[in-house]
């Protein structure tokens, strides 16, 4: 009698740890979605720009500061007075500008005019840098010092007709794959990979005969 009972007691708290580990884990796989779910609402704007709006890009490279400064393309209707045929041939294609992207307009790097710069590379650049969002925002009297901002890896500087936006690339947090960030005053963790479009040197932003013809065709 009392094997018996010493069975059905051991059977009773097997019964009572599997379902104490049911619970738990029921519980634990709520507070992961939760918690999931938190971390993709939570997910900062650390700077959101039309990239039509800058009119200069800066950044370095191996040490040195280059700046690149947009052209707007032509406006063609500054063109002798036409018939109203050909006034309506120009509404049309000012029209057609005005829904044009960016691959319009030229780059000149400032450092040095005479060189031709691969519009599509500033393109590129430009699409990485005006959106950026963050897994986190640092409060202001936060310590930052180990972030690796004094020492940046990178500068980045982008000017519209109103301001001058400057990101400043730290150091990478191992652990989170993220790296930190400064935005003008506010500093941020990013997943942002500005560093991968940033080129090792200048001569990879200069238009080879291959990316003009491309460009061209694409015109």
Do not use: H
């Not at 999931?36 to 040490?63: P, Q, T, Y």
């Not at 500008?97 to 040095?112: A, G, L, P």
């Not at 997943?191 to 080129?199: E, K, M, Q």
Request: proline share 1%; charged share 30%.
């Amino acid at each position: 009698m009392n094997k018996q009972k010493r069975t059905f007691v051991i059977l009773a708290i097997v019964l009572v740890a599997c379902l104490a580990g049911y619970l738990g884990l029921l519980n634990y796989n709520k507070y992961k979605s939760d918690d999931d779910s938190k971390s993709e609402s939570d997910s900062v704007e650390a700077l959101s720009l039309d990239s039509s709006d800058v009119e200069s890009l800066s950044f370095l490279i191996d040490g040195q500061e280059y700046t690149f400064s947009r052209i707007k393309s032509e406006d063609t209707s500054d063109d002798t007075e036409s018939t109203e045929s050909e006034k309506t041939d120009t509404e049309s294609e000012t029209n057609s500008d005005e829904n044009s992207t960016d691959d319009d307009d030229q780059w000149v790097c400032d450092n040095d005019t005479s060189l031709k710069i691969n519009t599509s590379k500033v393109t590129s650049l430009l699409g990485n840098v005006t959106s950026i969002t963050a897994s986190k925002k640092f409060d202001s009297d936060a310590d930052t010092s180990d972030f690796g901002l004094d020492e940046p890896q990178n500068v980045v500087k982008l000017s519209t007709a109103d301001e001058t936006y400057t990101i400043t690339i730290g150091e990478k947090n191992a652990m989170l794959g993220e790296y930190y960030i400064k935005v003008n005053d506010d500093v941020y963790l990013s997943s942002n990979t500005i560093l991968g479009t940033i080129p090792d040197s200048i001569d990879d932003m200069i238009a080879s005969e291959d990316s003009e013809s491309t460009e061209t065709e694409s015109e």
